[in-house]
């Protein structure tokens, strides 16, 4: 029976055993939103956390004397170099998918590069801001958003150099491109972060 | 979708070998050794910088440099483990051959397989058994020496802030030991060969979980040496801002553990969702796969809300931001709501494995079908569902929002019928069975005694005028004992016995398991039905010292907790006596049905020479020539004429 010849673990197996390419592909695409629907609890309970403190706002603490409100500029403007890597990668993406390997590589490229730009704007942010943790529930609640999105653009920093390197060592191709799907699933979540962080600070 | 790229899996043994020398060299004892000195070096380091008059948050220095070491010792462990090996070689484009794959699973190296970032799923179930017993040993002292100290009343053995400590000590390392004792060991161990696979669908993750788990427990020991934490484990604020730097290390380690939970998590749903054998259907898959990948997907939604709450605690304490302190705009009962959102699913965590464990094993014993399976897993699901529901009846007496007391009354009481259902599915499949009285259905009975109790004192608990007299006292701890050790705790016991055999290939030791058995059964009642009647007559819990009138009680409790001391350390000889010499197993001794059992115990590196494709009910126990799989070159009648065989023994 097919199944019993095809059907088997990858990590440790002889060739033989090797799982169906798009049963792993499946399980690549299927674990990474499992770990966007975990990370989408961490950053819910994040904004439960400025909305609870902001409605309860304690002994009008909410927005302590000494705080201000953060550069909108600011904000959007990372929040934009963001989504713009995210576009980036997507044209990379694309390009992949249709075997155009300059396209991709470039589009990666500039999404990685885009992604260093945001890590630098967003640590200059950080020290440049008017406000403290100290300064109040909105100013300890803003800065943890901040420096939450902060790590994972690190860890997108990460994978995105590992694929661009990864696309131009050949590893990739137009029948072969399940990596740059999935850290894409990534990539567009932390876009939306970005924008869903921004449209929250309006709010103050 | 034509995509070929397996690189991170098996497809590099097509390639040539890179080297790998580093990895090779690389085990938990090089772990400790990066993971101490890189906490050394960054403790000093932070100390330097932080812990000294010209830095303006002094205050928050020894914080600052705690979290810090407790950070250093975590990535430092990873990194000298080798975990992060495969990730830069990914990065770097050079993956790993199928040598370095065949390394990785521990081919060849013995027992030394099991100290090293092993990916094979076996090693890795065996790891967390190991993991899991020792935490659950220290867990267990250090109640003894809670039930020894309450034993009189008085200053006694120690005050106060030492028993906060060792309440606080005791509650987390029971809670982490209970939420892995059975995913863990079992859900790794048997799991992928129950559904007839070869390995988790990411082996190298669920080395990852493991590993990241294994430094948790030092860090959660060095509280003790930091102050320990006077919060009990929940970690109230606006306490746990102002507790020692113990809450620290507490709070890393939570996030720690967070993270180990999401990683495996992922690993096993993912698994048990696409790697099912041929024939396979949702209808026909063992109830505990069905119950690990629930606990699975409620822990992934649930835990990450316990991560924020201990973020925002380690920045409350390190950075004087205002989460949690009220003159600074912060709310306590923000903190309340986020570890309850967590902490009622977390039950659920606990209980359903080992209460999917006692379904699987229950028909193997009573040799009938599982009587109402589609009520089972409708009931499991409904406790997945209805479990991040009901996190307010833990706040009935705080204060918060009294007017969703009634809705939260409500769905807390609700969550009592797939718990019902669950019980009627367990009753009705020992209802006319034929029952073989063996040591894994004796803990079944154990287990619907105890979690029966610990089930109707929670409908009592769930009612609002009764939660507010019974909230601050002892009924309480008896409750939740009732339901998390004498439920889940003997639910992952019968687990072990159940599945020792195939995990070791040897028999585990019958008699002194019965002796063990019926001393913990004895003992667990005796100490908390005392409990329960000091509760009702009024002792608070979390108390050091107590009324004189509570004394008989107190002493009859402390006195059931040396029993189960005694049946503890009988059955921990019986598992290492059986371990080393108990009989040799047969691949199949109670005769039973589901996959794990028609592979050799223990199981072979890849579980299965050629896979399985699965043609009935797992529990087809009394129907004339059925049989749950077939395989390839062995003909059908055979099959069956090998499982009448293990029936008859």
Not at chain 2, 438 to 455: A, E, H, S, T
Not at chain 2, 612 to 629: F, L, R, S
Request: charged content about 10%.
């Amino acid at each position: 029976m097919s199944t019993i010849e095809h059907h088997s673990d990858a990590g440790h197996s002889p060739e033989s055993h090797a799982l169906p390419p798009e049963l792993v592909a499946h399980q690549q695409r299927r674990s990474m939103i499992l770990f966007i629907i975990a990370d989408a609890v961490y950053f819910a309970c994040i904004l439960l956390t400025y909305f609870y403190l902001r409605a309860l706002n304690v002994d009008g603490m909410w927005f302590g004397p000494d705080a201000k409100v953060a550069d909108a500029w600011l904000i959007w403007l990372i929040a934009g170099v963001t989504v713009l890597s995210a576009i980036a990668y997507r044209s990379g993406e694309m390009g992949i998918r249709a075997n155009s390997r300059s396209r991709f590589q470039t589009g990666t490229l500039v999404a990685v590069l885009l992604v260093v730009a945001a890590i630098g704007l967003t640590i200059y942010q950080m020290m440049t801001w008017p406000i403290l943790m100290s300064d109040g529930s909105y100013a300890s609640t803003f800065i943890l958003m901040t420096g939450t999105q902060l790590v994972h653009l690190f860890i997108l920093l990460f994978i995105g150099i590992g694929i661009w390197n990864r696309g131009n060592k050949g590893k990739f191709d137009d029948g072969k491109y399940n990596h740059v799907t999935v850290v894409g699933y990534f990539w567009y979540w932390l876009a939306l972060v970005a924008i869903l962080g921004g449209l929250t600070s309006l709010l103050v | 979708m034509a995509d070929t790229e397996i690189v991170s899996h098996g497809t590099a043994h097509a390639e040539e070998s890179t080297g790998g020398g580093l990895m090779r060299r690389l085990n938990m004892w090089t772990g400790i050794v990066v993971g101490v000195i890189a906490a050394v070096v960054v403790y000093f380091i932070a100390a330097k910088l932080w812990v000294n008059p010209d830095n303006e948050n002094m205050a928050q220095g020894p914080d600052q440099a705690v979290i810090a070491a407790e950070v250093a010792w975590v990535i430092g462990f990873l990194v000298g483990v080798g975990a992060f090996v495969a990730p830069f070689r990914w990065l770097l484009g050079r993956d790993q051959t199928h040598d370095d794959e065949m390394f990785l699973a521990g081919k060849g190296q013995g027992v030394g397989r099991y100290l090293r970032f092993t990916t094979d799923h076996k090693v890795v179930g065996v790891q967390y058994l190991v993991l899991a017993m020792t935490t659950f040993g220290v867990g267990g002292i250090l109640a003894m020496t809670i039930r020894t100290k309450l034993a009189s009343p008085g200053e006694g053995l120690f005050g106060g802030q030492i028993y906060n400590g060792l309440v606080g000590m005791h509650g987390i390392i029971m809670i982490v030991s209970t939420i892995i004792m059975v995913v863990g060991p079992w859900g790794n161990f048997i799991m992928p060969i129950m559904i007839g696979a070869r390995d988790m669908a990411f082996p190298r993750l669920n080395a990852l979980s493991f590993w990241t788990l294994f430094p948790v427990v030092p860090i959660f020991l060095s509280v003790a040496f930091l102050g320990g934490i006077p919060t009990g484990w929940v970690a109230y604020a606006p306490l746990s801002d102002q507790a020692p730097p113990g809450m620290d290390a507490f709070a890393v380690g939570i996030i720690m553990f967070v993270i180990s939970s999401g990683i495996g998590a992922v690993n096993l749903i993912v698994t048990a969702t696409t790697m099912r054998a041929h024939g396979m259907t949702w209808n026909r898959t063992p109830i505990f796969v069905l119950g690990v990948t629930a606990t699975s997907v409620l822990g992934l939604i649930a835990l990450p809300c316990f991560e924020v709450g201990m973020i925002e605690t380690l920045l409350d304490r390190s950075q004087e931001a205002s989460f949690f302190v009220p003159e600074q705009g912060g709310s306590q009962w923000l903190y309340a709501n986020l570890f309850w959102i967590m902490g009622h699913p977390e039950v659920y965590v606990i209980l359903i494995p080992a209460t999917a464990a006692i379904l699987e094993m229950t028909p193997v014993f009573s040799r009938k079908p599982l009587f109402g399976a589609r009520l089972a897993a409708m009931g499991i699901i409904a406790l997945v569902a209805l479990s991040v529901l009901v996190w307010a009846h833990h706040m009935f007496v705080s204060g918060w929002a009294p007017t969703l007391a009634g809705p939260f009354m409500l769905t807390t009481e609700l969550i009592s019928i797939p718990t019902g259902m669950i019980f009627l599915v367990l009753i009705g499949t020992i209802w006319r069975g034929r029952i073989w009285t063996r040591l894994p259905m004796l803990f079944v009975y154990g287990f619907l005694w105890n979690f029966m109790i610990g089930g109707i004192t929670g409908i009592f608990l769930s009612d609002v005028p009764a939660d507010n007299e019974l909230h601050g006292a002892l009924f309480v701890t008896a409750h939740f004992h009732y339901t998390l050790l004498g439920g889940a705790m003997i639910g992952a016991m019968a687990a072990i016995v159940y599945w020792f055999s195939k995990m070791t290939g040897r028999m585990f030791d019958e008699r002194i398991g019965t002796w063990s058995f019926y001393t913990i059964m004895i003992g667990f009642n005796v100490t908390f039905m005392a409990m329960f009647f000091n509760g009702l007559s009024g002792m608070p819990r979390r108390v050091a010292d107590y009324d004189p009138q509570y004394l008989i009680g107190n002493m009859i409790s402390t006195a059931g907790a040396y029993v189960i001391a005694i049946g503890m350390l009988l059955f921990l000889y019986a598992t290492v006596s059986s371990w080393r010499n108990g009989p040799i197993a047969s691949a199949n001794p109670w005769g039973a049905k589901t996959l794990e059992w028609y592979v050799p115990s223990p199981p072979p590196l890849e579980n299965f020479e050629h896979l399985p494709v699965v043609t009935g009910d797992a529990y087809g126990y009394g129907e004339p020539n059925t049989i749950h799989t077939t395989h390839p070159g062995v003909p059908a009648v055979a099959q069956v004429a090998a499982l009448a065989e293990g029936d008859a023994s």
